[in-house]
């Protein structure tokens, strides 16, 4: 959310005027447009908007306009959705157009020292060259790299604010159902003898086809044993990231000592929301690990079929590792994809000595880090389908 965004369009005019409705009501019928539109404006959200206005005053558009841009929009999504209404529904009819001069706004936030030095707050106006910027592009490529395990509570904040932006496009797959094609591809004969038909017998136009495309389904494991504890809350982060770019074609499941799907828990919008409904649904925070039983467990589900399957682990096996290979070996055969997802990866030190990831890393299809925000990206650009397969790597059938 921007911090100088100026209100533009034009000027509002009073929210009730003599013998008009009362406030309560012009107010509330605002929000029933943001929601027509797609704003989640939800009744917590009204109310902290009206209350917000009960300090504030609700005959003033610049005060309105604030108060609700803070408090009805649950994301960077909503905020051109917003503007929007808010000029078609508070602007005089008669009223002549005219620029309004752009607000400036004084923030004062926290903002992660590149160092690792305690947080600063930061003062900054646009226009005022002595205010220092709420951040620069130097720190936040440093926040990209820095280990999640190693951050402070306010740069972890800054970090899952990022992953909320994430784009979470996903690579597409071929269906086998058809759709009409005006630029080519191979001749839908149904179509065209109708077309023929309906000419009485006289040729007629070549109708085409080509295969729909649908986003190609991922399916995410998410280890929240005690040996994760570290970067559990930020990978559920990231795949709520997932779930909202791709409500229909994204699985979570949380593992540790039993596999939970959170599904429905990061369908929310607000990742507070989220948070507060997948804290609730997951029994085992913190207890130990059986990868192998839960992989099985998975197994037994349609889900994994022609799917992309994302483990995120560090492979901390409390069980029979054998087992674990097994059951990746059936994995892989099923899955189109298999990605383990580690976060000791990002150490150069690293290497995959536990039991448990020796039993897996054959069956795997890509190897990658998940300790810090450029991993995330990079993974998110995999899934997109920007990075190459590697060669060998497919495992399942295309669904």
Known sequence: MADDAPVTGRRPGPLAPPGGPEPVAVLTGFVRTLRAAGVAADHHRTRTFLAALGHLDAADG???????????????????????????YFSAASAPPHRVRAMTVSVTRPVASPYGGRERETTGEQGD????????ASEIEVLRHRDVARMSEAERRQVHRLLALLRGARQPRRTRRHRPSPHGGAIDARRTVREI?????????????????RPRRVVMLVDVSGSMAAYADTLLRFAHALVRAEPRATEVFSIGTRLTRITAALRHRDPGHAMDEYSAAIPDWSGGTRLGEEVRALLRLPDPRGAIVVIAS?????????????????????ARRVVWVNPHKGDPAYRPLTAGIRAALPYVTDFVA????????????????DRPVRAGGRGGADA
């Open 129 to 136: 060259e002595q205010g220092a910027p709420p951040a620069t």
């Open 370 to 385: 998940g300790h810090s925000l450029a991993a995330y990206e990079e993974l998110a650009a995999l899934l997109a389908g």
């Open 197 to 213: 038909l309906r000419h009485g017998g006289e040729p007629a136009r070549l109708r085409r086809r080509v295969r729909r495309e």
């Open 62 to 88: 610049r005060d309105v306009y604030w108060a609700g841009r803070l408090t009805l929009c649950a994301g960077p999504d909503d905020l051109a959705r917003y503007d929007r209404c808010f000029a078609a």
């Open 314 to 334: 560090d492979g901390w096996e409390r069980g029979e590792a054998g087992l674990l290979g097994v059951q990746m070996a059936r994995l892989f055969r099923l």
